[in-house]
């Protein structure tokens, strides 16, 4: 069976990598510009940086706000009526992964009108054309939303999230500029920043990996570890280095899919809307316990990635723990909190396992699971 891996046309990374925003636009005949972007980053001036280079080039846009922190299936219904309104022909998503997820799903059900009830975009669905374009300018060091095939949506109605999985939905160009980063406050640097390490510690486990996701993966996981603590502290070589760095993760892991991290974090952000990057931080290093066994040696390179030092004299047992304590030392060192017992209820474990059992993401696990599997390690972080 061939392996796909699935990239954005161009990607422009480094400081001052969204003035190539006009010249993309420009030299695609784009005409309008239908921008998503969250309240938060219009008020805080974040979303401007990228309107004032339009309005210096005299390109046409309007701007869609309508989106929460976990993208609901009416953020995106609205969106789509909003779309058709504006006379758009391209999307410039501005944000973490909330406003490109909007835009993804955006772009597909105007390309793809049989999809807007939303619902039936979940899993893999059966497109048949690609997104309206989209630019991506992340302004998060984490979902990697700009590079992947991914997007997730929440069903209010089902509190749970919808993964939704489609090449036809990669942005055609990333503009990863850590300049659009320096504004992200500690805890969210460090929420998100951790969500891009869980990515390259699942991505390189996963049950699809290979030797070209490996690469990346293993590249990542090195990256991050060296600069999130910097970031955290907002040293610029940290900013730079975790905007490359998240991105780097995600190149891999949109191509090899992820596991039961994410599975469980998702019914978190569904029922409770919890932070996407927090979930997956706390229960990372308890999923990585559960799935050793099944990852052979591969704890040896992540512990290596991770900065730990003589992992070559160590025994499996060894640099299996080394690896998952480097992980709970970076996550402490930024303020993660150890355990869900300020989230979950546990009366509401059962949906929750039930939920993270029926996710996308679950099949990729390394180790096979069962639904009593999860509920005793959301019930083992309470």
């Avoid at 070209?212 to 940290?238: C, Q, T, W, Y």
């Avoid at 402490?332 to 939920?355: C, H, M, R, Y």
Wanted: with cysteine.
């Amino acid at each position: 069976m061939a392996n796909r891996f699935v990239l954005n046309e161009i990607s422009y990374h480094g400081a001052g990598a969204i003035s190539e925003i006009a010249t993309e636009a420009k030299g695609r005949g784009f005409q309008k510009a239908f921008v998503c972007s969250d309240p938060d980053l219009i008020k805080f001036g974040v979303t401007k940086k990228v309107l004032d280079i339009l309005d210096d080039a005299g390109l046409s846009y309007e701007v869609y706000s309508n989106i929460k922190p976990n993208p609901t299936v009416e953020n995106v219904q609205t969106g789509v009526e909003a779309f058709k309104k504006s006379g758009a022909d391209y999307l410039i998503a501005i944000g973490g992964g909330s406003s490109m997820d909007t835009a993804k799903a955006i772009g597909i059900i105007i390309a793809n009108p049989e999809f807007e009830d939303v619902v039936s975009l979940e899993g893999v669905a059966p497109t048949k054309n690609k997104s309206v374009p989209i630019f991506a300018v992340p302004t998060t060091a984490g979902t990697a939303a700009e590079v992947t095939i991914n997007y997730v949506i929440t069903d209010v109605s089902k509190n749970r999230k919808m993964v939704c999985v489609d090449p036809k939905d990669i942005p055609v160009v990333a503009f990863v500029d850590p300049e659009m980063m320096a504004t992200m406050p500690k805890g969210l640097t460090a929420a998100t920043g951790m969500d891009a390490l869980t990515h390259a510690i699942e991505g390189y486990i996963t049950a699809g990996a290979w030797e070209l996701s490996d690469m990346f993966h293993l590249k990542a996981i090195e990256i991050i570890a060296r600069s999130l603590r910097g970031a955290v502290e907002n040293v610029p070589e940290g900013r730079t280095d975790m905007a490359l760095g998240q991105y780097v993760a995600g190149m891999g892991f949109s191509n090899v899919g992820l596991g039961i991290v994410h599975s469980m974090a998702h019914p978190l952000g569904a029922l409770y809307d919890t932070p996407h990057g927090i979930a997956n931080a706390i229960i990372l290093p308890t999923v990585m316990e559960y799935n050793a066994e099944a990852t052979g040696e591969k704890y040896r390179e992540i512990a290596r990635a991770m900065g730990v030092e003589g992992v070559d004299s160590m025994s499996q047992e060894e640099y299996r723990k080394a690896a998952i304590e480097a992980v709970k030392k970076l996550s402490a060192d930024v303020g993660i909190p150890t355990d869900l017992k300020e989230i979950v209820k546990k009366e509401d474990i059962p949906f929750l396992a039930q939920s993270a059992y029926d996710d996308a993401c679950r099949p990729g696990n390394p180790k096979e699971t069962s639904v009593e599997d999860i509920v005793k390690l959301y019930e083992s972080l309470i």
